[in-house]
């Protein structure tokens, strides 16, 4: 993208505001997509699952949504220099 300004981890973290605030795709399914393990080990032992169906869904309208241009809104500045 050549833009010294954008991180790895931020793009990361955008993503996971994104499902939280603006889908309804369930958290383990985010959490799954971002490699992030399970910190309990009885959960672990029992999360057998990959829930790529459900990943790819999301992975779309991630898609969708990274690739669309925000139409101009009334912003206001706070803080005029």
Do not use: C, Q
């Not at 010294?4 to 959490?31: C, I, M, Q």
């Not at 169906?53 to 898609?63: G, H, L, P, S, Y």
């Amino acid at each position: 993208m050549k833009r010294d300004d954008l991180t790895a981890h931020g793009f990361r973290s955008t993503f996971r505001d994104w499902a939280a605030e603006s889908t309804n795709y369930p958290r383990d399914v985010a959490e799954m997509a971002l490699a992030h393990t399970i910190g309990d080990k009885v959960e672990a032992a029992y999360r057998r699952g990959d829930l790529f169906e459900k990943r790819k869904r999301m992975m779309d309208d991630w898609a969708k949504f990274s690739g669309t241009i925000a139409k101009a809104g009334n912003v206001v500045a706070i803080n005029r220099r």
